[in-house]
């Protein structure tokens, strides 16, 4: 069975400064896909990044990057400079099988990003 | 990617009674999953619908409960039946469309059972 865990439940910063959203997944598969959603208050699902599990490249996007350890079983985000418009649900999820089987979402981080 | 359209966008219902909601898609798709958020919580799949078969149930959940239709490649529709307050959540339809793209989700539906 795959499990992800977000242990930070909420998160608060001042705009500007950075933070890091933790993840940290379990699977027995060698193969698997992941990946990091945002949901504003209006509730829609927005995709920021998916990652495979033979592509530990780090990722940078603008204010965006993630850094994927699988020694550690790690796929954390971090927003550089955040703003008031970063704040949301970070959701991080898990799928083995690529796009024909579920997602196992954690249960996200609440952030909040204070003027 | 592909384009998902979920309605309705929120409802309010009364106890005992049944809520359909539709997902329609763009483009053609072998898999659609749906999921549940309730209040606070993160999504939890409800099943997964696949065209021409039945839909399968992830734990907890039957198919008294939360039929599902899937006629074509592009539609299904997921039926909350004999409502109580705690089906009050967001529901959501989800299609794969390929390790390239992953997964794209329709806006969700927002339920109130009163």
């Known amino acids: 069975a795959q499990k992800v865990t977000q242990a930070q439940t909420e998160i608060s910063v001042v705009e500007k400064e950075d933070v890091t959203l933790d993840c940290v997944y379990e699977t027995r598969d060698t193969t698997y896909y992941l990946f990091w959603y945002k949901q504003p208050p209006s509730g829609e699902l927005v995709f920021l990044i998916r990652r495979n599990s033979f592509d530990e490249q780090n990722e940078i996007s603008g204010r965006y990057s993630w850094n994927f350890q699988k020694s550690t079983s790690s796929f954390n985000f971090t927003i550089t400079a955040s703003q008031v418009v970063d704040s949301a649900v970070y959701f991080c999820?898990?799928?083995?099988?690529?796009?024909?089987?579920?997602?196992?979402f954690g249960k996200g981080i609440t952030l909040s990003v204070r003027p | 990617s592909a384009v998902i359209s979920q309605k309705p966008s929120r409802d309010i219902c009364q106890r005992g009674t049944s809520l359909t909601i539709q997902c329609q898609v763009d483009s053609q798709v072998t898999m659609m999953f749906w999921y549940r958020q309730q209040p606070g919580q993160s999504l939890t799949l409800i099943a997964t619908?696949?065209?021409?078969?039945?839909?399968?149930?992830e734990s907890g959940f039957v198919i008294d409960k939360f039929p599902i239709s899937r006629p074509n490649l592009t539609f299904s529709t997921l039926t909350v039946s004999n409502m109580s307050p705690e089906d009050s959540s967001i529901y959501l339809c989800?299609?794969?469309?390929?390790?390239?793209?992953?997964?794209?989700f329709g806006s969700g539906t927002r339920l109130t059972v009163v």
């Open positions: 999820a898990l799928s083995v099988k690529g796009a024909n089987s579920k997602l196992t």
């Open positions: 989800s299609v794969g469309q390929g390790v390239y793209y992953g997964y794209t």
């Open positions: 619908a696949n065209q021409g078969s039945e839909a399968t149930y």
